[in-house]
């Protein structure tokens, strides 16, 4: 059973950084993504970044492309979104998720329907 663990978010001025973590288990293999979402109040959830676990290969939303970077311990099982610059829109309740693919797949997508298993969420609120 794919478990996800969050930790971190909380509050922070505009110009500031954070750093959220997630550990994850129970992959029956090592085709999966990992991608983190954020939903806004109002809005609409979106991706902001993922990465493949087997291949190591990220993607980043335009809006957090240059600001926000996946880091992995491999050997912890965890994944940590790296953010920089926050801005007042980057305030958000965000959410890890997994998605297990086929063996041998190497796409992971930005669609939230496509992610299974997902993380209890955390907030972000960064103030102007």
Not at 24 to 48: L, M, N, T
Not at 54 to 72: M, P, Q, W
Request: glycine letters at 10%; aromatic letters at 10%.
């Amino acid at each position: 059973q794919v478990q996800l663990v969050e930790s971190g978010g909380g509050s922070v001025q505009a110009g500031g950084s954070q750093i959220l973590s997630c550990a994850a288990s129970g992959f029956p293999h090592s085709d999966y993504c990992i991608g983190w979402f954020r939903q806004a109040p109002g809005k609409e959830r979106e991706e902001v970044a993922r990465i493949h676990n087997r291949l190591g290969s990220t993607g980043y939303a335009d809006s957090v492309k240059d600001r926000f970077t996946i880091h992995e311990d491999n050997a912890r099982n965890t994944r940590y979104l790296q953010m920089s610059n926050l801005k007042p829109e980057d305030t958000a309740i965000y959410y890890c998720a997994a998605r297990v693919l086929r063996t041998g797949s190497v796409f992971c997508g930005p669609s939230p329907s496509d992610y299974s298993y997902w993380g209890q969420g955390t907030q972000v609120t960064v103030s102007s």
